[in-house]
Each structure stands twice: as structure tokens, then as C-alpha cells.
Nanobody, 127 residues
Framework: VQLQASGGGLVQAGDSLRLSCAASGGTFSRNAMGWFRQAPGKERDLVAAIGRNNARTYIVDSVKGRFTISRDNDKKTVYLQMNNLKPEDTAVYYC?????????????????????WGQGTLVTVSS
């Protein structure tokens, strides 16, 4: 699976951005997908994960209520809608493809659970 992330940029606090991650190859519709972020000097942390369809998602507490993850299996694309952005959201955002999963399997929440990574897109939020 090859992943291409896009949509990052420089915004002001309170603005919104939508990140996209286009996949090619593999069996996208069966894979769990995730968005991670890495701020300078920090580890890469999970932001959101989604199962095979939009029915099952996980959002980390620090962005819950502001960020939403969704996917369009026909377009082989996963999205991260980010609203009310804050300076602490500044990071490089990575999309990742996890394992193929059955509908009822628990969502993968660790970076080590994900097999394929996009190149990252930088989000900078100014105060």
C-alpha cells in the first residue's frame, strides 16, 4: 500500500483544515487506517483511527470534539477534519495503513500496529 498525504499548511488558531490520504495498491477497504502526528522533539502519537468503514472510529482525548476521521473506500482516501485548531496541534501529520481486519476487531492504536506510512504533511498553527 502506498499512501500520499496532503492538505497541511499554515493556519491561525481557530481555523480548520482537512487532511487527505490517498492510497494506492493493496486492499484499502479492508485495512484499518490511522492518523498520527509528531511535533518537534516528540514521539509520533496516534491522533485518530478508523476501521473498515465509518462506523468505528477512535479519537484521542486531546482532540476529541475538534477532529474527525472518515474514509471513502470508493476513492481509497481517508480524511482528518481538524476544526478549531490550536498552536499545540502544530506537527507533521502522518497517515498510516494498519492490518486488514474484520468488522468487529479492535482498532489498532499503536504505531507498531501500522505497516505502511505516508510521507507526512506539516500543519502549523499560529497563535
Amino acid at each position: 500500500v502506498q499512501l500520499q498525504a496532503s492538505g497541511g499548511g499554515l493556519v491561525q488558531a481557530g481555523d480548520s483544515l482537512r487532511l487527505s490520504c490517498a492510497a494506492s495498491g493493496g486492499t484499502f477497504s479492508r485495512n484499518a487506517m490511522g492518523w498520527f502526528r509528531q511535533a518537534p522533539g516528540k514521539e509520533r502519537d496516534l491522533v485518530a483511527a478508523i476501521g473498515r468503514n465509518n462506523a468505528r472510529t477512535y479519537i484521542v482525548d486531546s482532540v476529541k470534539g475538534r477532529f474527525t476521521i472518515s474514509r471513502d473506500n470508493d476513492k481509497k482516501t481517508v480524511y482528518l477534519q481538524m476544526n478549531n485548531l490550536k498552536p499545540e496541534d502544530t506537527a507533521v501529520y502522518y497517515c498510516a495503513a494498519g492490518p486488514q481486519m474484520i468488522l468487529t476487531a479492535p482498532l489498532p492504536l499503536k504505531a507498531s500496529d501500522y505497516n505502511y506510512w505516508g510521507q507526512g504533511t506539516l500543519v502549523t498553527v499560529s497563535s
